[in-house]
């Protein structure tokens, strides 16, 4: 059920009171107070950012955090989806009406979102259709509904920039994944780091830092989580990136986890003794 809600109402997302013009907003599904950590990037994303994507909305929804995006195709979805297998608590911000998931791709992650107890929200009445003016604007409310930015793929131009942008305007701070030089989809992440953005180097990283600025981890009850490991296990491949550590490294660190009875492998599986 859709519901409306006011600058001044009381769950009315406490940073969008930052913004110079708070928006009336629709709403479907849940908020609460946990923080918001804000994970975004291109469309046009490669198969790396995207197991990064997944890896940090899985981390940050393991530490007991909100995963805020937009649920566009790319980096978005992959954030979301990360925070849904994870268990967590995700919040899409769409540039449409309420009941208009764009891309149509996307509907069984909005619904899951919904039906694991996530939010839904826009500033457009129901009905409204995904106009591509509308998105710059979707942005500012991504950026003030969270308490950090981190982007993960951009291009040189493009929303996660804008997103970028307007987080730090409002004094939040910007977290950016390095890439090659010369990759398009590094290129606007390497200069938002030129120009001052912190660099994170894997999810353990994030998590450290995000810790920081949010107060420490509150595991989600039941995660079942070792070393960011979540309870329905991971690949073996995807490891490096959420442990930060090349292959052989990871297999160390598997070995002296199996021996603590801490991690067990199923196939090419990784999950939680």
Not at 81 to 99: F, K, M
Not at 152 to 160: I, L, N, P
Not at 237 to 259: A, I, Y
Request: net charge negative.
């Amino acid at each position: 059920m859709c519901s409306r809600i006011e600058p001044g109402g009381d769950i009315y997302p406490v940073g969008l009171r930052d913004l110079e013009d708070p928006p009336r907003l629709y709403l479907v599904g849940g908020l609460d107070e946990r923080p918001g950590v804000a994970v975004v990037g291109t469309r046009r994303c490669t198969r790396y950012g995207v197991t990064l994507a997944e890896g940090f909305g899985r981390a940050i929804a393991e530490a007991g955090w909100t995963v805020v995006s937009g649920l566009a195709r790319g980096i978005d979805t992959a954030a979301h989806r990360g925070c849904l297998v994870a268990g967590g608590h995700a919040v899409a911000v769409l540039g449409s009406g309420i009941d208009v998931c764009y891309p149509r791709e996307n509907q069984p992650v909005y619904d899951e979102i919904l039906r694991t107890g996530g939010a839904i929200l826009s500033e457009y009445q129901p009905g409204t259709p995904p106009d591509r003016w509308r998105f710059p604007a979707r942005n500012r409310i991504i950026a003030a509904a969270s308490a950090a930015v981190v982007v993960v793929e951009a291009s040189r131009t493009g929303g996660a920039l804008i997103t970028a942008r307007l987080a730090a305007e409002l004094g939040r701070p910007v977290f950016v994944v390095p890439g090659d030089v010369d990759r398009p989809a590094s290129e606007g992440c390497n200069r938002l780091i030129r120009d001052g953005a912190h660099p994170v180097l894997g999810a353990v990283d994030l998590i450290e830092e995000l810790g920081l600025i949010v107060g420490p981890p509150r595991p989600i009850a039941g995660s079942g989580t070792v070393d960011g490991v979540p309870a329905t296990g991971i690949s073996l491949e995807d490891l490096p990136e959420l442990w930060d550590l090349n292959m052989s490294q990871t297999l160390v660190k598997v070995g002296k986890l199996e021996l603590e009875g801490r991690l067990k492998r199923t196939g090419d599986r990784v999950l939680p003794a």
